[in-house]
Every structure is written in structure tokens, then in C-alpha cells.
Antibody, heavy 121, light 107 residues
Framework: QVQLQESGPGLVKSSQTLSLTCTVSGDSINSDDFYWTWIRQTPGKGLEWIGYIHNSGRTYYNPSLKSRVTISVDTSKNQFSLKVSSVTAADTAFYYC?????????????WGQGAPVIVSS | DIHIIQSPSSLSASVGDTVTITCRASQDIANYLAWFQQKPGKAPKSLMYAASSLEGGVPSRFSGSGSGTDFTLTISSLQPEDFATYYCQQYDSYPRTFGQGTKVDIK
């Protein structure tokens, strides 16, 4: 059974960099079949797709966040990570990591439990 | 970006009722639409993909239909465990986008 688990600081100061890691178990992050994805959720904006990384290193970021987001992968630890720079209160959210199929059916079938992040001034 | 309008934003229903939730995409997404269920304090759970294909273990009282721009999720004979918030998501193009959610609560 595939499991994803987010970890990282729950409190980040404004203007600093938010860093989260997703540890994958029950699956290899080296698989060509998946896009390893970050999504966040706020009461105001709902669910917002942040971006993905493929094991090849290929990434795609939401244009709304692209200038501040970096997603990377550590295959030795079966983990992938998210960094969001220059955070503001608007980045306060629940952050989820997820697995999207690259091929049919192409959907997101697995999510982590989520990690709350508060940006403080 | 593809914009998804989901309606209603909330509805009240009783156990045994049939409820329908709709999503409309701002452009043709074929059948690249997924539905998720989220309960308070939990991550979204995948219910359906390709507009009408159930994930394994999802009860058959859940059904989906539609293609192109208009989609529906129907829950027949609503059960107590179905009271939750439901989201649709398009995965036809990037960035992926979600509907704003429909909260189904007990009448």
C-alpha cells in the first residue's frame, strides 16, 4: 500500500523559506510512472495545485507560484521536497504531497495526510 | 488555466436521499475529471477518475457522468459516512485545477 507522509516546520516567519519533505513508502520514487506532486489548501482559495517532479528531474510549477517554488527529489531516501521562498501570510495553508499517474488513468490516487504551515509576522 | 465552477457550494440532505453535484469546466477537458471526498481534518480521498470510473473500494452508490465541459457526481441513497465535502479536479492540462467544493451536511 502506497503511503506518503509530509514533514517539516509548522511555523515559518514571513519573508523566509518554507520547506517540506514528503517520504514515500510502498512505492519507488524512481518509477517512471508517476508525478510526485504538491498541493495546498486554504479556507479562502480552496485546493491549489503547486507543481510536480518526475524522477527524471522534470518539473512543472503552477505559473502563479513559479517564481517562488522549487520541488526536488532525493531518490536515495525515497523523498521529494518543496521549497517556497519569500513567504507571506497568504502561504499559510495545509500542504499535501500526492502521487499522480503519468499514464492512464492519469489521476491523483494517493495523498499524504497533510501538514499545516503557518506563516507568522 | 482551466477554471472549474462547482455547484452547489453546500447542500443539506437526509440519509437515503439522492444528491447531485455538478462541475463545469471553462473549456473541453474530454473526460479528464476526478472527484474527491474530504472529511474534516483528513486529506482528500480519490473517489472517481475519468469522470465515471470508481476507485477500488468506493461504493457503487457513487456514480459520475459527463464529458467535455459538464460533469456530475451522484450519490444515491446517502449514507451517514457520506456527509463530507466533495471536490472535482480537471487533469486535462497543467496547472491542475479544482472546483471550490460542495459541502454535504445533514438536514
Amino acid at each position: 500500500q502506497v503511503q506518503l507522509q509530509e514533514s517539516g516546520p509548522g511555523l515559518v516567519k514571513s519573508s523566509q523559506t518554507l520547506s517540506l519533505t514528503c517520504t514515500v513508502s510502498g512505492d519507488s520514487i524512481n518509477s517512471d510512472d508517476f508525478y510526485w506532486t504538491w498541493i495546498r489548501q486554504t479556507p479562502g482559495k480552496g485546493l491549489e495545485w503547486i507543481g510536480y517532479i518526475h524522477n527524471s528531474g522534470r518539473t512543472y510549477y503552477n505559473p502563479s507560484l513559479k517564481s517562488r517554488v522549487t520541488i526536488s527529489v532525493d531518490t536515495s531516501k525515497n523523498q521529494f521536497s518543496l521549497k517556497v521562498s519569500s513567504v507571506t501570510a497568504a502561504d499559510t495553508a495545509f500542504y499535501y504531497c500526492a502521487r499522480e499517474m503519468q499514464f492512464w488513468p492519469g489521476n491523483i490516487a494517493y495523498w499524504g495526510q497533510g501538514a499545516p504551515v503557518i506563516v507568522s509576522s | 488555466d482551466i477554471h472549474i465552477i462547482q455547484s452547489p457550494s453546500s447542500l443539506s440532505a437526509s440519509v437515503g436521499d439522492t444528491v447531485t453535484i455538478t462541475c463545469r469546466a471553462s473549456q473541453d477537458i474530454a473526460n479528464y475529471l476526478a472527484w474527491f471526498q474530504q472529511k474534516p481534518g483528513k486529506a482528500p480521498k480519490s473517489l472517481m477518475y475519468a469522470a465515471s470510473s470508481l476507485e477500488g473500494g468506493v461504493p457503487s452508490r457513487f456514480s459520475g457522468s459527463g464529458s467535455g465541459t459538464d460533469f456530475t457526481l451522484t450519490i444515491s441513497s446517502l449514507q451517514p459516512e457520506d456527509f463530507a465535502t466533495y471536490y472535482c479536479q480537471q487533469y486535462d492540462s497543467y496547472p491542475r485545477t479544482f472546483g471550490q467544493g460542495t459541502k454535504v451536511d445533514i438536514k
